[in-house]
């Protein structure tokens, strides 16, 4: 069961950038598949970013393509989201968890941390 701290989020203006990181424990983190959650007021929970555990494989969801980058430190049981020019339609509660991808899409883990809020706003 994986244990995950999000850091990293706050209010940006549109067009700014944000740096999310993802403190990770609890397991074997380097043979798993990482992924980028968030949930805006009122949505589901959507994935945004995955990745692999060697990092060869990273795969994101259409509306962050091109802004948003996802990347891990292994040696340091880290996930990081770095996030540039962002838009208001970013705005939510981001999460970390591990990944799987079924014929539904990318499934997360059963087991959530605190997230860390992102606002975009002028």
């Known amino acids: 069961q994986v244990h995950a701290v999000e850091s990293g989020g706050g209010l940006v203006q549109p067009g700014g950038s944000l740096k999310l990181s993802c403190i990770v424990s609890?397991?074997?983190?380097?043979?798993?598949?990482m992924g980028w959650f968030r949930q805006a007021p009122g949505k589901e929970r959507e994935f945004v970013a995955t990745?692999?555990?060697?990092?060869?494989?990273?795969y994101y969801n259409p509306r962050v393509n091109d802004r948003f980058t996802i990347s891990r430190d292994n040696a340091k049981n880290t996930v990081y989201l770095q996030m540039n020019n962002l838009e208001p339609e970013d705005t939510a509660v981001y999460y970390c968890?591990?990944?799987?991808?079924?014929?539904?899409?990318?499934?997360?883990?059963?087991?959530w941390g605190q997230g860390t809020q992102v606002t975009v706003s002028s």
């Open positions: 968890n591990t990944a799987r991808q079924t014929f539904r899409g990318w499934v997360a883990g059963a087991s």
């Open positions: 609890g397991r074997t983190f380097t043979s798993d598949t």
């Open positions: 990745i692999t555990g060697s990092s060869i494989g990273k």
